[in-house]
Structures are given as structure tokens and as C-alpha cells.
């Protein structure tokens, strides 16, 4: 039976952190104490964007979380101290009216520093990371009807190699025309996706695999389709791809279903390293 989750994605595709810090941009008021002990629920809710947008609430997550959050990067873009994953808070933010979403994560990074005494620098390294290419055969993918205005356009805007990614604006006007819903059919994950890129496709497989998705495919148009796989083994090497028994990987699922592929590659990555951070909030 199929089990349909909505989700919301951050489709903002430029990085918070390679900006500088805007240290005047502040929640009104802000409450940080730590989670309860085997609390039931997980998870963030509230803030721009969302039906609650003037009340961020963190429940029970994570400090490391709440760090990838703030700075809009993925668990293998962080370094640090190895009890971040350990250390799990609840922390309810007033966020003044007409704030964006790009302004409440650097508001939630001045709460860090001055809460936590969090002090964090960028720098790159080699690393491996998965471009997504043209399979063999050719894409299998149905461009959307609703496709106007998207291609010829915003060639330029799709990265064509590492580091090179959509303006916010450009992501936003795309984010605005996507869709997508994603569950549960017996043991396969299945995400239906609407008038969507290859680049803000390349971000939901990076936020399921163990290292970075660059859209290298050279695609600027908008797609409609379904992509189903078992979500076992999603840490295994691209060039594998075999079948576990509950249903095709991602990688064979890409190549069979939208007619892409995963090639593992190695380039710059950007990592946000923490210098300094207590464990212990100052009080409220």
C-alpha cells in the first residue's frame, strides 16, 4: 500500500555559508534548552516558508543538526567535534514579519555563536562527489507541459561542474513550479516529482546518499516522473549498482527509470569546519 508523504524541499541551491554573516539579523526572542530525555517526536517546524512563518520550533534534534540546518549543508560538509551528534536541544524562535528563509538560518547562526560561543570557518577539499550524467540510451524522462520559459534561457544557470550553481532567484522561480510527494510501497521508496530540473533532482539525491550529487547533465528543461528504489544500501558505490533482493538501487532505478546516472568523480567540496563550541547554552 502506498503510504504518500508530502515534503516540502529547501530547494535554495547557493550556500549560506559562503556568504558573510549578517550579525544585525536577530530572532526577537528565543528560548534554547536541552531535549527531555527519550523525547517521542524529532524534528523542525515553523519559519518562512512554512503556514507558522513568524515561530521556528526545533524539537529534540540534534546540535550537529541544527548546525547543518543553520548553515544549508548536508552531514558530510560538516567537521567536528564527534559529540555534536550526541547533544540534542529544543529551541522556540519569534522570527520578525517579512523575514526570508535565507535570513532566519543566518538568524539561527547568530543564535548558535551567541548561545553556544559557536565559531566555525569554511574551507575545501578534494573529495569524492556523484555527477549525474545522461545514461546510456538517453533520458527516459517526460518533459513537463507546463515547460515554458524554463530552457533555452537558463542554459547558463544549470552547474557545469563543481561549484557552479542556480541563483537564488532562479532556484526560487523553479521551486515555485516543482512538486513533490514522496512514500512508502512495501519495501520501495517512491517519489513522484513535477515539473522539476535535473539540478533540484540532484539535491534530493544528495540529501540521500552519503556524499554530494552535481548535476553535470547539460538538462534545462522540466520533467514530470516517478523514481522507485529500495532505500537499502543507498551508501554504495555507483559503479555497483546491484540489486539487494527488495527492489533496484538508486543507481540502477536512475538508469532504468529516468535514463541518468551516478559516476563517482573527485573535486573541490566546501566544508564548514567548527573551531570552537560549548557544550552547555548560556541561559535564557
Same mark, same amino acid.
Request: glycine residues 10%; contains cysteine.
Given at each position: 500500500?502506498?503510504?504518500?508523504?508530502?515534503?516540502?524541499?529547501?530547494?535554495?541551491?547557493?550556500?549560506?555559508?559562503?556568504?558573510?554573516?549578517? @550579525?544585525?539579523?536577530?530572532?526577537?526572542?528565543?528560548?534554547?534548552?536541552?531535549?527531555?530525555?527519550?523525547?517521542?517526536?524529532?524534528? /523542525?517546524?515553523?519559519?518562512?516558508?512554512? =503556514?507558522?512563518?513568524?515561530?521556528?520550533?526545533?524539537?529534540?534534534?540534534?546540535?550537529?543538526?541544527?548546525?547543518?540546518?543553520?548553515?544549508?549543508? @548536508?552531514?558530510?560538509? $560538516?567537521?567536528?567535534?564527534?559529540?555534536?551528534?550526541?547533544?540534542?536541544?529544543?529551541?522556540?524562535?519569534?522570527?520578525?514579519?517579512?523575514?526570508?528563509?535565507?535570513?532566519?538560518?543566518?538568524?539561527?547562526? &547568530?543564535?548558535?555563536?551567541?548561545?553556544?560561543?559557536?565559531?566555525?570557518?569554511?574551507?575545501?577539499?578534494?573529495?569524492?562527489?556523484?555527477?549525474?550524467?545522461?545514461?546510456?540510451?538517453?533520458?527516459?524522462m517526460r518533459e513537463s507541459p507546463d515547460n515554458e520559459g524554463n530552457a533555452k534561457q537558463e542554459a547558463s544557470a544549470g552547474p557545469a561542474a563543481l561549484?557552479?550553481?542556480?541563483?537564488?532567484? @532562479?532556484?526560487?522561480?523553479?521551486?515555485?513550479?516543482?512538486?513533490?510527494? /514522496?512514500?512508502?510501497?512495501?519495501?520501495?521508496? @517512491?517519489?513522484?516529482?513535477?515539473?522539476?530540473?535535473?539540478?533540484?533532482?540532484?539535491?534530493?539525491?544528495?540529501? &540521500?546518499l552519503d556524499r554530494m550529487v552535481v548535476d553535470q547533465t547539460g538538462l534545462t528543461a522540466l520533467y514530470d516522473f516517478t523514481l522507485e528504489y529500495s =532505500?537499502?544500501? $543507498?551508501?554504495? =558505490?555507483?559503479?555497483?549498482?546491484?540489486?539487494?533482493?527488495?527492489?533496484?538501487?538508486?543507481?540502477?532505478?536512475?538508469?532504468?527509470?529516468l535514463g541518468l546516472k551516478l559516476e563517482s568523480r573527485k573535486g573541490p567540496v566546501d566544508l564548514i569546519v567548527v573551531d570552537s563550541i560549548e557544550k552547555?547554552?548560556?541561559?535564557?
Open positions: 500500500m502506498l503510504r504518500w508523504i508530502p515534503s516540502f524541499l529547501p530547494f535554495c541551491l547557493w550556500s549560506v555559508l559562503a556568504q558573510v554573516p549578517d @550579525r544585525s539579523l536577530r530572532f526577537e526572542v528565543a528560548s534554547v534548552k536541552r531535549a527531555v530525555p527519550q523525547a517521542p517526536s524529532v524534528g /523542525m517546524g515553523g519559519g518562512p516558508g512554512t =503556514p507558522d512563518p513568524g515561530r521556528l520550533t526545533v524539537t529534540n534534534m540534534q546540535l550537529s543538526s541544527i548546525i547543518l540546518y543553520a548553515y544549508n549543508v @548536508r552531514s558530510f560538509q $560538516l567537521s567536528g567535534p564527534a559529540w555534536l551528534d550526541g547533544e540534542r536541544f529544543d529551541i522556540v524562535a519569534k522570527v520578525p514579519a517579512g523575514t526570508t528563509r535565507k535570513q532566519s538560518q543566518v538568524m539561527l547562526q &547568530n543564535l548558535l555563536a551567541e548561545r553556544f560561543k559557536l565559531v566555525v570557518h569554511k574551507e575545501s577539499k578534494e573529495a569524492l562527489f556523484y555527477a549525474l550524467v545522461i545514461g546510456r540510451g538517453g533520458v527516459r561549484g557552479k550553481e542556480r541563483s537564488p532567484e @532562479r532556484s526560487a522561480e523553479r521551486a515555485a513550479r516543482a512538486g513533490m510527494m /514522496m512514500g512508502f510501497s512495501g519495501n520501495s521508496l @517512491r517519489i513522484q516529482c513535477s515539473r522539476m530540473g535535473t539540478a533540484e533532482l540532484a539535491q534530493i539525491l544528495s540529501e &540521500n =532505500p537499502e544500501g $543507498l551508501a554504495g =558505490p555507483a559503479e555497483r549498482g546491484q540489486e539487494n533482493g527488495s527492489g533496484p538501487t538508486i543507481f540502477s532505478a536512475l538508469q532504468d527509470q552547555d547554552p548560556t541561559e535564557n
